[in-house]
């Protein structure tokens, strides 16, 4: 099972980038893959979470810019950034859950719901 993230890079604020995630192995047992991300010196937080229910969830400084999404045929995840700001400047990493888990509403952004990491991919937003 391994995940790979790409499409990371610099971007000027108010600029758009789209990671991918490409997600080999036994993906079929994945109930939920998200995109966390974490700043030098700050705890890793959830950016957005899409489930087999097809319910996306976000959280709230990337609402209306960021969409999650997957295309199941390649199994790949996806994670189209827009109107980039500063405070986007992150280590980007893919997740899934474990086989068979699934997620309370709360659950869905948390770094411990999931069981699965990429090795991330830098993100940088400059003014």
């Known amino acids: 099972v391994q995940l790979v993230e790409s499409g990371g890079g610099s971007g000027q604020a108010g600029g758009s980038l789209r990671l991918s995630c490409a997600a080999y192995g036994y993906t079929a047992s994945w109930n939920y893959m998200a995109w966390f991300r974490q700043a030098p010196g700050k705890e890793r937080e959830g950016v957005a979470t899409v489930g087999s229910d097809g319910i996306s969830s976000y959280a709230d400084s990337v609402r209306g810019r960021f969409t999650i999404s997957q295309d199941n045929a390649k199994n790949t995840l996806y994670l189209q950034m827009n109107s980039l700001k500063p405070e986007d400047t992150a280590m980007y990493y893919c997740?899934?859950?474990?086989?068979?888990?699934?997620?309370?509403?709360?659950?869905?952004?948390?770094?411990?719901?999931?069981?699965?990491w990429g090795q991330g991919t830098q993100v940088t937003a400059s003014s």
């Open positions: 997740a899934a859950t474990n086989p068979g888990r699934w997620l309370s509403w709360p659950e869905r952004l948390r770094a411990g719901s999931f069981g699965y």
